[in-house]
């Protein structure tokens, strides 16, 4: 198709060149010409909606050259042990494997600062980990931080780290670990840290230290799974961080939970073993829950703290102290002495009834508290009975 331009009288030569020139390049626009660029560039192909790469780690392929393919959606199937740290920094990413006893990453950097991992998730939405082994981290096994969002572990063993075994912190939302196994941290199986949530469904938690941490404001919550330690089962810690437990095993052959300027809620269906603490405004309340067994032989409820019982029965000494409370109540139970000191209390409907040792608090009396004192008092501590020295906890 081409077009005239017809000249007017009195156009001279110079004009009628720039009539010429533009009936030319009208000519070429009606030729085809193309449009400016733009995004993706001229000639490239648009990003697919979904890829799928395999990563062979015997062949020394790299889980974190995958993660450059073009994709929407993308999902990484690792096979085999692959031997590197990796770091996911992209929406709408599945790392996949077949077996953990399969296929996994193990980590080689001998970083130990802060946010190190085997596999670090950051700054990334919709992020799927689904039966691997992750291991030999020098510091943590999956770290997940700065505000990412709905991150599913599925599946997978998280060992051998020497931190944490899954770690969120820096306002990362919504992480959901669901029939793994974490164990073998040098501090926590579970961290969450800045107001995270982290969930854990049917999972075996283990560690020597403090199995499940919450700090600043965080909320982790556990639901029928595992939870045993060498020292903290639970431990709850700074501005107001939350751990509930559902339907659950707990085991420690110290303390089973701690709740320290932070709260410990522990529901139907809960069993535990081991001491509580609720030091500095803690809040442990337990609801429906049994604590089986109490090695250190006693609890304390100290600095305006409180425990609070419905329907649950606790075993060893009880000391509460320094303006703290204890209420049993709903028919709840504890086998052993109940002392209270400096201005503390505790509040129960029949003592003779739900204490089975001596009960020296006002609202809680088998004696007269003068009487009670001279029987038990402090006096009346287990052997080895002390508080624990707590460490700092930082990401």
């Known amino acids: 198709m081409s077009r005239s331009v017809v ?59 995958a993660l450059g393919t073009p994709g929407v959606e993308l999902t990484v199937e690792i096979r085999g042990i692959c031997h590197e740290d990796v770091v ?95 164990t073998g941290h040098g501090r926590s199986a579970l961290a969450a840290f800045n107001a995270d949530f982290l969930q854990c469904v049917r999972c075996d938690l283990r560690t020597d230290a403090f199995t499940i941490l919450s700090i600043v404001g965080s909320r982790v919550v556990v639901t029928d799974s595992t939870v045993e330690a060498g020292q903290f089962a639970l431990n709850a810690a700074e501005g107001g961080a939350l751990i509930e437990v559902n339907n659950s095993t707990v085991v420690s052959d110290a303390w089973s939970m701690g709740a320290q300027a932070g709260e410990v809620l522990v529901n139907p269906g809960t069993t535990f073993e081991g001491s509580m603490l609720a030091l500095n405004q803690g809040l442990i309340t337990l609801n429906g829950a049994v604590q089986t067994a109490n090695v250190q032989g006693f609890n304390v409820v100290d600095v305006d703290s409180m425990l609070s019982a419905a329907g649950s029965s ?67 501590a287990p052997a080895g009975f002390a508080l624990p020295e707590m460490p700092v906890f930082d990401p």
């Open 7 to 65: 000249c007017p009288r009195g156009v001279g030569a110079v004009g009628g060149l720039v009539l010429a020139t533009v009936v030319v390049l009208l000519a070429a626009g009606a030729a085809g010409a193309q449009p400016p660029c733009g995004s993706p560039p001229c000639g490239a192909p648009p990003v697919p909606a979904t890829a799928t790469v395999t990563v062979d780690c015997a062949a020394e392929e790299s889980v974190q050259a």
């Open 88 to 182: 996911v920094e992209r929406d709408d990413v599945t790392l996949s494997g077949r077996d953990p006893a399969l296929d996994g990453l193990r980590g080689v950097s001998p970083d130990t600062r802060s946010l190190n991992a085997v596999l670090r998730i950051t700054s990334s939405e919709r992020v799927r980990v689904e039966n691997l082994s992750i291991a030999d981290g020098a510091r943590n096994g999956v770290q997940v931080d700065d505000s990412s969002f709905l991150v599913d572990v599925v599946g997978c063993e998280i060992t051998d780290t020497a931190r944490d075994g899954v770690q969120a912190s820096s306002g990362s939302s919504v992480v959901r670990v669901t029939d793994s196994t974490v």
């Open 314 to 380: 606790i075993l060893g000494f009880t000391l509460v102290k320094e303006l703290s409370g204890l209420a049993l109540r709903d028919g709840s139970s504890l086998d052993g002495d109940l002392v209270c000191e400096l201005a503390a209390d505790a509040w129960c409907g029949d003592p003779s009834t739900g204490v089975t040792g001596t009960a020296s608090c006002d609202h809680c009396a088998t004696l007269a508290p003068a009487a009670a004192a001279s029987v038990i008092g402090r006096g009346g």
